[in-house]
């Protein structure tokens, strides 16, 4: 792939996870959403406001892109007790954008002076399983050279605040299959067997798999947005959350507006459902797929466009 598919393709990512949040938040939990109403907020003239889900994305995005010139070993490139104050550094700035109760006191606890591990455990012994992991990890599918290098660092990046193994599977999940997505050419069809195969074999675990074969199984009845959510759930976990986007992407690809539109009309979580959702068909099509008018109105567009040319 030569330097301009490169950083189309990272700018696709970046700014298929960030168009997906702004589109999908003022849908979430509403029900009888249809592509009008999802095309009336694109072609809005407001610019378009992001959560939780993107500044965190765009902290990992800054953290990675400076920690690029001195890691010796690719794990260096996510420096945890860094990466967890700067994360509770950005909701310190703006507690407003809609972060999950969990994560909220955490990062209270942080600013506060309490090492991150003890801070995370502090709300669930066991650890949060939220989807904060996988929304936010899209970016270290950008630097990780191969499959087993992104899942070390998405593992690494989810860990500073979600400490439950569904979690981490989640973000593993997102991530290895944003890479598998950026290795295909944007006019290549997507073999959802395959696809799913790779990203399997990523995630070790009884939970993981059934949801996976779900998806494969969604994806041959050619399922609708409802049915998907019935059976992959569309809620604020990981697992309840990760597949769904998953499915999004692998029912339209090709056609990035129709994934993130199909996640938004799959209701409960949609803004960061449609995120994860855009992050993977930015990754497969391009940055040139978004429409403009809509990438354009988004609020951290300079910033999407910056850390996209750092991390190509
Ligand atoms: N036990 C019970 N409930 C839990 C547990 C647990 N171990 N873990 C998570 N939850 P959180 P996130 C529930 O706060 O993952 C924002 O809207 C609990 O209800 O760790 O960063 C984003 O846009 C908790 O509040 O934050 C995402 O949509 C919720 O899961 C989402 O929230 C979220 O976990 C991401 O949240
Ligand atoms: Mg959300």
């Known amino acids: 792939m030569d330097d301009t598919s490169r950083i189309d393709k990272a700018r696709g990512v970046l700014f298929g996870l960030a168009l997906g949040d702004c589109l999908g938040a003022p849908f979430e939990d509403k029900v009888g959403v249809t592509d009008a109403h999802i095309v009336a907020q694109e072609n809005a003239g407001d610019p378009l406001t992001h959560t939780d889900d993107t500044a965190l994305a765009l902290v990992l995005s800054r953290h990675l892109a400076h920690r690029r010139g001195d890691a010796r070993e690719p794990s260096d490139l996510v420096d945890l007790d860094q990466l ?36 995370i455990r ?16 899209a970016p ?6 191969d499959v087993a290098q992104v899942a070390e660092l998405a593992r690494r990046s989810a860990e500073v605040t979600h400490a439950h193994e569904d979690a981490l599977h989640g973000a593993v999940c997102q ?28 995630v070790p675990s009884p939970l993981w798999q059934d949801k996976l074969d779900h998806v494969i199984g969604l994806v041959e009845r050619q399922a609708g947005p409802a049915e998907a959510a019935e059976v992959l759930g569309n809620d604020v976990s990981a697992p309840g959350s990760v597949p769904l986007a998953l499915l999004s992407f692998l029912r339209n690809a090709g056609s990035p507006s129709d994934a993130v539109r199909f996640a938004i009309r799959a209701g409960g979580d949609t803004d960061t459902v449609a995120s994860m959702a855009g992050a993977l068909a930015g990754a497969h099509s391009g940055y040139a797929a978004w429409p403009r008018n809509a990438v354009s109105r988004l609020e951290a567009a300079a910033q999407l466009h910056l850390y996209a040319e750092h991390l190509a």
Not at 86 to 112: C, D, M, N, Q
Request: overall charge neutral; charged content about 20%.
């Open 84 to 119: 967890a104050t700067e994360f509770a550094a950005a909701w310190h700035a703006e507690p407003w954008r809609g972060y999950g109760g969990g994560v909220t006191k955490s990062f209270r606890l942080i600013v506060e002076g309490t090492p991150w591990r003890q801070a």
């Open 122 to 137: 502090a709300v669930y012994p066991e650890g949060s399983f939220g989807n904060g992991g996988a929304m936010r990890v």
């Open 140 to 145: 270290v599918a950008l630097v990780g050279a």
């Open 175 to 202: 991530a290895v299959a944003v890479h598998a997505a950026l290795a295909l050419a944007p006019d290549e069809p997507v073999r959802a067997g395959d696809f799913v195969d790779t990203v399997r074999r990523a």
